[in-house]
């Protein structure tokens, strides 16, 4: 008699529902200190609880969308201060072109547009350092 397959998901069924990079996954994400055991395996992949998972994805990983006024011009400063991005990881990321040019200049600061902010964090992966 065969067994049925064990319920959960692997990593690779993980990465795909939550739309990442399987190696990301398992180079990272699965490597985290609140990151569940696994429950069973199917062949030589190991099987996770789905529920266990995405309580530690929401915790520590999931993006929370950010309020931002579609409309309204943001400084770096006031970037970090809504989304956690810092305003040096914006300076360092226009150098190498992963942030967009700024919409306007206000005396020396540059400034971006709620709508444009938004759609450089779309992509972005999350980094939440959590409080010690």
Not at 6 to 26: D, F, M, Q, S
Not at 39 to 57: F, L, N, P, Q, T
């Amino acid at each position: 008699m065969v067994n049925a397959a064990p319920e959960g998901e692997t990593l690779k069924e993980i990465a795909a529902r939550h739309g990442r990079a399987y190696n990301t996954v398992r180079a990272h994400w699965s490597r985290h200190p609140d990151w569940p055991a696994h429950i069973d395996k199917r062949g030589r992949e190991k099987v996770y609880d789905s529920a266990a998972v995405d309580a530690v994805i929401a915790q520590h990983f999931a993006r929370t969308p950010t309020e931002l006024e579609a409309r309204r011009l943001y400084t770096a400063r006031e970037i970090e201060d809504v989304t956690g991005v810092t305003a040096a990881t914006i300076r360092a990321d226009r150098s190498k072109g992963r942030w967009p040019a700024p919409d306007d200049t206000q005396g020396r600061s540059h400034v971006w547009y709620g709508a444009t902010v938004a759609k450089a964090l779309e992509g972005r992966r999350s980094y939440r350092k959590d409080a010690t």
